[in-house]
């Protein structure tokens, strides 16, 4: 397994548009044998987005957050953006691999797919193995999914959603399942329970040190733990529900930058919109002309 040097950061991937939709929220991808794997995949690196993979066949190994894992057929492995991957080598793979950003999950009609353990994912599982009954369903589901995504209409993004439930849902039950006995951690009741406090929150408190006096402990114990624990700091768990939020409502709603501001807590507009570019990369007046374009 390949490593970085002491001076490389751990390198991001991107979401790449999908090349036959246009799409940068959500893709497919069928492979039978022949999906090239990039080099930049066997050194260590986050991906921006969900990444879940039923592998009908597929030989080698991968490290998922320090774990190694020898991939095995008729099994599902599922990733979240905050974990570290690798892999050993490059080898043929036969099976689909489906991925979506969190402002996927942020859409108004796939909100409740955020709440699945799939997604949650409390005992930071990776991997799924399935019966055959089990994988012949995710493989039904996974081509009507595929179906539907290269089948552009008014309807599309609401039977898309329906047959992701379906999928993400029976996943999740199997995922409880399998992990039944796997109880979290201290350390991961507390990555949970900031998590939930932050839920709550987010619109009246902006630091991390707020959310360690409501859990009677230090700010630097929490964000020890959280960063140990997730991958990034706590205060990114923070910025990036706030930004969530603000999405949400510069999709959704009416609301003016300035009142937009003031409902997610911020005293000046000015701050929020430089905190808004600073995470996203663009202003919040330019993602809402982007975004309506999209989805209007």
């Given at each position: 397994?390949?490593?970085?040097?002491?001076n490389?950061?751990?390198?991001?991937?991107?979401?790449?548009?999908?090349?036959?939709?246009?799409?940068?929220?959500?893709?497919?991808?069928?492979?039978?044998?022949?999906?090239?794997?990039?080099?930049?995949?066997?050194?260590?690196?986050?991906?921006?987005?969900?990444?879940?993979?039923?592998?009908?066949?597929?030989?080698?190994?991968?490290?998922?957050?320090?774990?190694?894992?020898?991939?095995?057929?008729?099994?599902?492995?599922?990733?979240?953006?905050?974990?570290?991957?690798?892999?050993?080598?490059?080898?043929?793979?036969?099976?689909?691999?489906?991925?979506?950003?969190?402002?996927?999950?942020?859409?108004?009609?796939n909100?409740?797919?955020?709440?699945?353990?799939?997604?949650?994912?409390?005992?930071?599982?990776?991997?799924?193995?399935?019966?055959?009954a089990?994988?012949?369903?995710?493989?039904?589901?996974?081509a009507?999914?595929?179906?539907?995504?290269?089948?552009?209409?008014?309807?599309?993004?609401?039977?898309?959603?329906?047959?992701?439930?379906?999928?993400?849902?029976?996943?999740?039950?199997?995922?409880?399942?399998?992990?039944?006995?796997?109880?979290?951690?201290?350390?991961?009741?507390?990555?949970?329970t900031?998590?939930?406090?932050?839920?709550?929150?987010?619109?009246?408190?902006?630091?991390?040190?707020?959310?360690?006096?409501?859990?009677?402990?230090?700010?630097?114990?929490?964000?020890?733990?959280?960063?140990?624990?997730?991958?990034?700091?706590?205060?990114k768990?923070?910025?990036?529900?706030?930004?969530?939020?603000?999405?949400?409502?510069?999709?959704?709603?009416?609301?003016?930058?300035?009142?937009?501001?003031?409902?997610?807590?911020?005293?000046?507009?000015?701050?929020?919109?430089?905190?808004?570019?600073?995470?996203?990369?663009?202003?919040?007046?330019?993602?809402?002309?982007?975004?309506?374009?999209?989805?209007?």
């Amino acid at each position: 397994m390949q490593t970085l040097t002491r001076n490389q950061p751990i390198p991001v991937h991107p979401f790449e548009q999908d090349g036959a939709t246009g799409s940068n929220l959500f893709t497919i991808v069928r492979s039978e044998g022949d999906l090239p794997y990039e080099e930049n995949l066997l050194l260590p690196h986050r991906k921006a987005y969900y990444l879940l993979v039923f592998v009908k066949h597929s030989r080698g190994r991968h490290w998922v957050d320090a774990t190694p894992y020898e991939r095995q057929d008729n099994a599902l492995y599922f990733t979240a953006p905050s974990q570290i991957l690798v892999k050993e080598a490059a080898t043929p793979f036969w099976g689909t691999r489906l991925e979506f950003t969190d402002e996927f999950l942020a859409l108004q009609q796939n909100a409740a797919l955020r709440e699945l353990p799939l997604i949650q994912n409390p005992h930071r599982g990776h991997e799924l193995l399935l019966t055959a009954a089990d994988g012949a369903l995710v493989e039904e589901l996974l081509a009507k999914i595929e179906a539907e995504h290269h089948r552009p209409g008014e309807w599309q993004h609401r039977m898309l959603t329906a047959y992701l439930t379906v999928l993400l849902t029976y996943l999740s039950r199997l995922y409880t399942e399998q992990f039944t006995g796997a109880e979290p951690s201290a350390d991961q009741h507390l990555l949970k329970t900031y998590r939930a406090k932050v839920e709550e929150c987010y619109r009246e408190l902006h630091e991390v040190g707020a959310y360690a006096a409501l859990l009677h402990i230090s700010a630097g114990h929490l964000s020890e733990v959280v960063k140990a624990q997730s991958g990034k700091p706590a205060i990114k768990h923070l910025h990036e529900r706030l930004v969530l939020e603000a999405k949400r409502l510069l999709l959704y709603t009416p609301l003016s930058l300035k009142e937009l501001a003031f409902d997610l807590g911020f005293s000046e507009a000015s701050y929020f919109n430089r905190f808004f570019k600073r995470e996203t990369g663009v202003t919040p007046a330019e993602y809402r002309a982007t975004i309506r374009k999209m989805y209007q």
